[in-house]
């Protein structure tokens, strides 16, 4: 089975930094996916963690820590296009997705 | 370049009413193709996923079905649509990574 796990909503003041964290449990894994979704659309690929350690790319890093089952998305600078869900999503031979955490920048 | 297409955008239907939402790939060979679901204020459920030709996993009981014709189109279908059945409904290929199609505003009235 898969257990994903992270906050339902958070808040942050644009310019500011944000961590989403994920725990996950799962028989087996390739690797662990983050992707955002803005309301009514599709989700977009943000990163994805094969090995242990920080993933950065402009903006965004992602972290994991496969013997922990725990993975973060960190958000530099935010902006207000930022608004929108980020879901976690650990993979073996397809992806289950988390619930998503909802983000919400105020200005 | 890799693209995948799906139609229709929206959808009304009514209820008991067929229904068929066709995802194709572009620009690659033997994807595997997913269906997912996603009710309104609801996280992403995977309905069915393909790793080849008219291989099909279902992974949630329910009155849907897919099915994979050809190796880049993935085809979901249903008989007798239900109430329960509205939702946005989005097709990805992978890997590597999974690529999401723009998705069908399904509801069913």
């Known amino acids: 089975g898969q257990n994903i796990d992270q906050p339902t909503e958070m808040t942050a003041t644009e310019g500011a930094i944000v961590q989403i964290n994920c725990t996950y449990q799962t028989s087996g894994f390739n690797g662990l996916f983050w992707y955002q979704q803005h309301a009514g659309e599709a989700p977009t690929f943000l990163s994805y963690n094969v090995l242990d350690g920080l993933e950065e790319k402009g903006r965004f890093s992602s972290f994991l820590s496969r013997s922990k089952g725990y993975s973060y998305l960190l958000l530099k600078e935010l902006q207000m296009k930022d608004s929108a869900s980020y879901l976690c999503?650990?993979?073996?031979?397809?992806?289950?997705f988390g619930k998503g955490t909802r983000l919400h920048i105020l200005p | 370049s890799q693209t995948i297409h799906q139609w229709p955008a929206t959808l009304v239907q009514p209820v008991g009413s067929p229904l068929s939402l066709e995802c194709t790939v572009e620009g690659t060979s033997n994807p595997n193709l997913y269906w997912y679901r996603q009710a309104a204020g609801r996280g992403l459920q995977l309905l069915f996923y393909s790793v080849g030709i008219g291989q099909i996993s279902s992974e949630v009981p329910q009155n849907l079905s897919a099915s994979r014709p050809q190796d880049r189109q993935f085809i979901l279908s249903s008989k007798k649509l239900l109430l329960s059945d509205s939702g946005f409904y989005l097709c990805?290929?992978?890997?590597?990574?999974?690529?999401f199609g723009s998705g069908t505003r399904l509801t069913v009235v």
């Open positions: 999503a650990p993979t073996r031979d397809k992806i289950i």
């Open positions: 990805a290929w992978g890997p590597p990574g999974y690529t």
